[in-house]
Nanobody, 118 residues
C-alpha cells in the first residue's frame, strides 16, 4: 500500500526547466526524510537532493547546486524537485526516495525519465 508516484518528467531543451513531483501515500509522510536520486545510462544511482522531515534542512549534489531546488509540502504528502538551466548531463531516470535511516526503512518510486536534448 506504500506508494511513491513520480511525475513531471519529459523531454526538454538545454537551458529549459522542469518540475518533478512525487506523491506519497500509505505511510506517515512527515516522519520521513525525502530525497531525489537519478541514474543515467551506464552510471550508478546518485543522490541529487535531500530534504529533512520538516523541510528545515536541504542538501544537494555539487553538480546541481544553484540550479535545482527540493521542497516538500507535508499537507499534500508531496515532494518536488524544481530543475532549472537543464543540461544534457542531467539526462537520467529520476527516483523519489523516502527514508527513516535509523530504522533501516526506505521506499522508492518507479522513476520518471528526464531527457535534456536539442
Amino acid at each position: 500500500q506504500v506508494q511513491l508516484v513520480e511525475s513531471g518528467g519529459g523531454l526538454v531543451q538545454p537551458g529549459g526547466s522542469l518540475r518533478l513531483s512525487c506523491a506519497a501515500s500509505g505511510f506517515t509522510f512527515s516522519w520521513y526524510d525525502m530525497s531525489w536520486y537519478r541514474q543515467a545510462l551506464g552510471k550508478e544511482r546518485e543522490l541529487v537532493a535531500a530534504i529533512s522531515r520538516t523541510g528545515g534542512s536541504t542538501n544537494y549534489a555539487d553538480s546541481v547546486k544553484g540550479r535545482f531546488t527540493i521542497s516538500r509540502d507535508n499537507g499534500k504528502n508531496t515532494v518536488y524537485l524544481q530543475m532549472n538551466s537543464l543540461k544534457p548531463e542531467d539526462t537520467a531516470v529520476y527516483y523519489c526516495n523516502a527514508e527513516r535511516s535509523y530504522y533501516g526503512i526506505s521506499y522508492w518510486g518507479q522513476g520518471t525519465q528526464v531527457t535534456v536534448s536539442s
